[in-house]
């Protein structure tokens, strides 16, 4: 699987942002999904995960609630919708497959991850 992030730009606090994730290959809907991020001067940190089928997700704490992960199996897409947008939310927004994962787990840690995208800049600006 290999993926391809979008939808990052400049918004304002406050503001909304809806990254893309398009995966290749006909195995994408058995693989767990994950976002990362990384801001300048900082390690990579999760933010979101998705399992295989989509039911079951988590978040890092900082975005819990403003922060929604999805996919849509059919159009080999994870999505990450991102409301309430903060300064502190400005990095560059990896997505990142591990799999085939079956199980239903969701994984929040970049131990397993496999096949990561380029990344997709978001900015938020005060």
């Known amino acids: 699987v290999q993926v391809v992030e979008s939808g990052g730009g400049l918004v304002q606090a406050g503001g909304s942002l809806r990254l893309s994730c398009a995966a290749s290959?006909?195995?994408?809907?058995?693989?767990?999904m994950g976002w990362f991020r990384q801001a300048p001067g900082k390690e990579r940190e999760f933010v979101a995960a998705?399992?295989?089928?989509?039911?079951?997700?988590a978040y890092a704490d900082p975005v819990k609630g403003r922060f929604t992960i999805s996919r849509d199996n059919g159009k080999n897409t994870v999505y990450l919708q991102m409301n309430n947008l903060k300064p502190e939310d400005t990095a560059v927004y990896y997505c990142?497959?591990?799999?085939?994962?079956?199980?239903?787990?969701?994984?929040?840690?970049?131990?397993?991850?496999?096949?990561w995208g380029q990344g997709t800049q978001v900015t938020v600006s005060s």
């Open positions: 998705i399992s295989w089928s989509g039911g079951n997700t």
């Open positions: 290959g006909r195995t994408f809907r058995s693989y767990a």
């Open positions: 990142a497959a591990r799999g085939p994962a079956y199980s239903g787990s969701v994984y929040p840690s970049e131990v397993g991850y496999d096949n």
